[in-house]
């Protein structure tokens, strides 16, 4: 049941960047892209087209998208679109896959989008469709799968709900989100026994934030149930700004450097990876969250001693 291959979904340049209170610029999202690409990521989550009133760090959507598409056209690069607005601005970029984004909380769907959950997902529908119309791949998000910063435990019966209702709406992919980085080993495994039931397992992903340090353990787990894909950030960038202490999104370099030792293939160069994650962290003025990336650079030093 264990893949001998994993998609890896590299999300640090949307999800990664996006509450960054310090503004990046197109030049150095542009980069960072670029050396992922160099690295072997194939899969880049590269921007989102949501309105710069909610999310200013994106207003350079289309920007951005229209530079790498014409710099790195072997990369399947993706964008959040949360409504037809959005998606009519993607597609004219010529981007190759969008995503919407739901949660498994009233609570959290009511205070990040103002909306309830069959609200939310009524919203998707016309986005969904027009992508499909359009040739375009569509991914869905479900947040707070395991834990809501209002709610607390999330039932899997609930998350299974809502990636039904993306599934079945005609989302190629549905992305299972541990928001707040509660989740753990038994809770991944409920949780990828339940959705599986209604969700073919090929179609899903797994996106686990690092909060309590459980997010390789979640990841291994959903592994080994047959999960192919799974989201990570350069550095482990990212986190959710309504979580308290969140470290942010598992570190890419983590899971490849896991994955590696299980002799389960990425298609990733691991020390471009880790130069990556230097690059864009010095850009921001701080070391990696990545245990890897800083062990291998105490390691370089060591040697140069």
Request: hydrophobic share 40%.
């Amino acid at each position: 049941m264990r893949p001998t291959f994993v998609k890896i979904v590299e999300v640090g340049p949307r999800d990664g960047l996006q509450n960054e209170r310090q503004t990046i610029s197109t030049e150095t999202k542009v980069a960072l892209i670029e050396h992922l690409a160099r690295a072997g990521v194939k899969n880049i989550e590269a921007t989102s087209f949501v309105s710069p009133k909610w999310v200013p760090q994106m207003a350079d959507a289309v920007e951005v998208m229209q530079e790498v598409r014409a710099r790195l056209p072997h990369v399947q690069f993706s964008a959040l679109t949360p409504n037809l607005k959005g998606l009519e601005r993607a597609l004219a970029c010529g981007t190759q896959e969008v995503a919407v984004f739901g949660a498994a909380s009233e609570s959290f769907c009511q205070k990040n989008i103002n909306c309830s959950i069959d609200e939310s997902l009524a919203r998707f529908e016309p986005v969904v469709r027009q992508a499909k119309d359009n040739g375009i791949r569509v991914r869905g998000y479900v947040s707070c799968v395991m834990g809501c910063p209002y709610e607390g435990e999330i039932s899997p019966h609930k998350v299974a709900e809502v990636a039904t209702a993306l599934f079945n709406m005609g989302c190629d992919e549905i992305s299972l989100g541990d928001t707040i980085g509660t989740g753990n080993p038994l809770a991944t495994e409920k949780l990828i026994d339940e959705v599986g039931k209604k969700v073919p397992l090929a179609q899903l992903a797994v996106h686990f934030h690092d909060t309590y340090g459980q997010a390789l353990a979640n990841i291994l787990t959903a592994i080994n149930m047959g999960i192919s894909v799974v989201d990570a950030a350069v550095g482990g960038l990212g986190g959710c700004p309504y979580a308290k202490g969140a470290s942010g999104n598992v570190a890419t370099e983590d899971v490849v450097y896991m994955l590696n030792g299980m002799g389960i293939k990425t298609g990733i160069d691991l020390d471009a990876l880790v130069e990556t994650a230097w690059f864009i962290s010095q850009q921001l003025g701080r070391e990696p969250m990545s245990k890897v990336a800083r062990a291998l650079a105490a390691n370089c030093e060591g040697s140069k001693q």
